[in-house]
């Protein structure tokens, strides 16, 4: 249940659209819904952003589709993360055309406005640099290719939370005028997400050119003594440019929350 769903019931009960009985049985499983082992958090999407969002990393296909199925029912959309893509082929039988795969994020989208047959959107388009300026957006800029899932996993977030949301991508220190050349993509954006492995260096050198607030995300990417991610993330954390904030490893969807969060009160400040 998100804020806009609950005003609709409220509306329709006193215009008279809707009777009491039935504004009731809407709000029934309010606050919460036991689904096998998981309870759900029907009231996410009034306190905060967005529903509860799932992390299928560590669940069964069935798990994944029973909580999509409860949460959908109430707040008439989902966002899955981390999903295999044994988990995303169920959520797809089961949702059918209002289903979206984003294979290289590792993340579905289900909504109630069914499109002409589920959607999969392929890691290949996902390359290209995209555009997204002005007050209320995010760019998101990853270091090499390696760090794709990553980034896309935030652009899909923050694309659900309706956002709007740029890419520049392959963008790392090794080669410096690649950054460069979109210098004023990141001075006018509202938050910069930055994804990079290896030395992590990325995020300090966009936070020394713009004075957006920039999100680090540490990638895992990396040879030996990148230690997992786990070098990238101190050298974001020792960090000497202002205002740069670092997220955990990996942690895109974090990250474009994070983003997209600022960035709407940012909207909200100019409206």
Not at 35 to 64: W, Y
Not at 99 to 109: G, I, K, S, Y
Not at 250 to 270: C, E, H, K, L, W
């Amino acid at each position: 249940m998100d804020p806009a769903r609950l005003r609709k019931i409220l509306e329709g009960v006193r215009r008279g659209r809707l009777s009491t009985r039935e504004a009731l049985e809407s709000l029934a499983r309010l606050p919460f819904e036991t689904v096998g082992p998981a309870t759900v958090d029907h009231h996410r999407g009034l306190r905060q952003h967005l529903p509860e969002v799932i992390l299928c990393q560590g669940k069964t296909s069935r798990q994944c589709v029973a909580i999509a199925r409860s949460i959908v029912a109430t707040s008439g959309r989902c966002l899955a993360t981390r999903a295999s893509d044994e988990q995303a082929a169920a959520l797809i039988r089961e949702f059918g055309a209002a289903a979206e795969w984003n294979d290289l994020a590792r993340a579905v989208v289900v909504t109630r406005s069914p499109r002409r047959g589920a959607k999969v959107t392929k890691g290949g388009r996902s390359r290209r640099a995209t555009r997204a300026g002005g007050r209320g957006s995010v760019l998101v800029v990853s270091a090499g290719t390696a760090d794709l899932p990553v980034a896309e996993e935030a652009v899909v977030t923050l694309e659900f939370m309706g956002v709007p949301v740029g890419r520049v991508y392959d963008a790392g220190v090794a080669g410096i005028h690649r950054l460069l050349a979109h210098v004023p993509a990141l001075r006018t954006a509202s938050v910069i997400v930055v994804v990079a492995g290896m030395e992590g260096a990325l995020a300090s050198v966009v936070g020394g050119i713009t004075d957006r607030p920039v999100i680090a995300v540490p990638t895992s990417v990396g040879y030996g003594a990148s230690y997992g991610g786990l070098a990238a993330l101190l050298a974001m954390l020792n960090s000497c440019a202002a205002g740069v904030t670092v997220v955990n490893i990996d942690n895109g969807f974090g990250a474009g929350y994070a983003a997209g969060v600022i960035a709407r009160q940012a909207r909200r400040g100019s409206a």
